[in-house]
């Protein structure tokens, strides 16, 4: 009979979900000598995390965190909620000795992320921030191609997250559009996971200048009362102010000398999640687009003069990490795959007692680059890192 690891998640809405589904599929595609078992699920409204967890079947549910972390019969805590509440949790957690599976953005501040990263180092207990865009196998063949020198020596990154889910100015003034629970708009959100595949492909982030923009700056109040979606029902007719920004632009220098850029923003219309980048190199270069993510485009100036171009990469097949656990090629895996992938090797850390990317470590990296790039914006002047 394998070994099992049961699993407690906190958080049962988007990212409960998505996590849920890695969980139960992961060894049910993958060869895993450690099981996970979905121990318990909590969240404070009783009625909901229960028929989150009879759906998603979860064995039992708790609606107070503290008791969850502490329940003996729980090894890994998932953190499956927004970022203001990562850091009191992640604490306990580490502090009871249970592994951390956590949702980016880290935490609020690089202080925050100092002090979860302490403790769970001094705790020895495996901590994973799930940047999941780093486990889809076309960035992880890319990242493969940069180091077996495909592209040579890096000289541009240009990066774009893009969505328009607040563009109408109707859109009420959810806890994303707050400061005292984002800590910043899409700089936080979005760029969080630009600058991890940065920091992931191409090096670590010397200065950065930035510039943010707020276009609509109050909202309507949502009834906190209502259930189900957001709707004009929903909404009183108080208005509150956003104090978040609505767009941010980057430039940043990195130690090995490349210069790259980042765009995040939820005001272009038409894009629903687009995180696309493009690498320039020596050698050749490379560009993704997170809504065609089983495609790479490969540019090799080694190929005969008159034959060069850009060429598409499918990466389905089984060169390409992670997909031979899944179908014949060409037979293309989605958003929710990644997740998977991330809990396989979750699992497998914790099992052999050793470290996972992103870490901590790396999160507390992310949050410094994005503070940064919101003092740059606020003095007007290059930030250091």
């Known amino acids: 009979m394998k070994k099992q690891l049961n699993v407690g998640i906190v958080g049962y809405k988007f990212m409960g979900r998505a996590h849920s ?17 979905l121990k318990a699920a909590c969240g404070r409204n009783e009625e909901s995390v229960r028929e989150f967890a009879d759906n998603w079947g979860w064995e039992d549910i708790e609606t107070d965190w503290q008791k969850l972390v502490t329940r003996p019969d ?16 992640a604490l306990a957690a580490a502090k009871a000795g249970k592994h951390i599976f956590c949702e980016k953005p880290l935490s609020m501040t690089s202080v925050q992320a100092e002090e979860m ?3 769970c180092e001094e705790n020895k207990v495996t901590h994973y921030l799930n940047h999941n865009y780093r486990r889809t196998p076309a960035v992880a063949h890319a990242k493969k191609m940069i180091e077996d020198g495909k592209i040579g020596r890096i000289f541009h990154w240009r990066c774009a997250y893009q969505q328009d889910w607040i563009v109408d100015p ?11 629970t984002a800590q910043a708009g899409p700089q936080w959100d979005l760029n969080s996971h630009a600058v991890d595949l940065a920091h992931f492909l191409v090096g670590d982030i010397d200065t950065v200048s930035c510039l943010t923009a707020n276009f609509i700056k109050e ?3 949502a009834d906190e009362n209502a259930s189900g979606s957001l709707s004009a029902t929903s909404l009183g007719t108080e208005m509150g102010e956003v104090t978040v920004d609505d767009a941010a632009l980057m430039m940043v220098t990195f130690k090995n000398g490349a210069v790259g850029s980042f765009e995040a923003t939820r005001f272009a219309s038409g894009r629903k999640n687009r995180l696309t980048f493009e690498i320039y190199g020596s050698e050749g270069s490379i560009t993704f687009d997170l809504e065609r993510m089983n495609e790479l485009q490969y540019f090799s100036r080694n190929d005969a003069e008159g034959d060069q171009g850009f060429r598409t990469i499918l990466a389905t097949e089984a060169a390409h990490p992670y997909a031979n656990n899944w179908w ?15 809990v396989v090797d979750f699992v497998d850390a914790v099992e052999k007692g050793i470290s996972i990317k992103p870490d901590f470590s790396d999160g507390l990296k992310i949050i410094q680059v994005l503070e940064a790039g919101l003092r740059s914006a ?3 002047q290059q930030v250091q890192l």
Request: glycine letters at 2%.
């Open 219 to 221: 909202r309507p109040i």
């Open 74 to 89: 729980i090894d890994i805590i998932d953190i499956a909620l927004p970022q203001n509440l990562h850091y009191e949790i």
């Open 21 to 37: 589904n890695a969980w139960k599929k992961a060894p049910l595609f993958f060869d895993m000598p450690v099981t996970p078992v």
């Open 328 to 342: 014949p090629a060409g037979h293309i895996i989605g958003y929710e795959h990644a997740f998977v992938h991330a």
């Open 117 to 119: 990263l302490k403790v």
């Open 170 to 180: 109707a859109f009420p003034l959810t806890w994303q559009l707050r400061k005292e």
């Open 378 to 380: 606020e003095t007007k």
